[in-house]
């Protein structure tokens, strides 16, 4: 059974930063694709950043230069560092696996930027 395990989120003040992690297990990790998504209160889940198995990255626009995701396969865990947070970033984020068609999700740890 594939299981994803996020951690790292919290409160942090405007410019802060905190760097997320998710761990997984259940599966080979090296085969996966890996993603974070976050969602605000009462807006619609969005990708915020992507990486391939290959090692490639895709962000979405308002992250791009400030969050950077990663993986480490000998841990079998992905990360997003978050840097320069602002209000806009409070959301809970989500992990997100994909192979072969099958697409997992983790249960989402929330992070508030606020003063």
């Known amino acids: 059974q594939v299981q994803l395990v996020e951690s790292g989120g919290g409160l942090v003040q405007p410019g802060g930063s905190l760097r997320l992690s998710c761990a997984v297990s259940?599966?080979?990790?090296?085969?996966?694709?890996m993603g974070w998504y976050r969602q605000a209160p009462g807006m619609q889940r969005e990708l915020v950043a992507t990486?391939?198995?290959?090692?490639?990255?895709n962000y979405a626009d308002s992250v791009k230069g400030r969050f950077t995701i990663s993986r480490d396969n000998a841990k079998s865990t992905a990360y997003l560092q978050m840097n320069s947070l602002n209000v806009e970033d409070t959301a809970v984020y989500y992990c997100?696996?994909?192979?072969?068609?099958?697409?997992?999700w983790g249960t989402g740890t929330l992070v508030t930027v606020s003063s």
């Open positions: 259940g599966i080979i990790f090296r085969i996966a694709s």
């Open positions: 990486i391939s198995t290959g090692g490639s990255t």
């Open positions: 997100n696996l994909g192979v072969g068609g099958m697409v997992n």
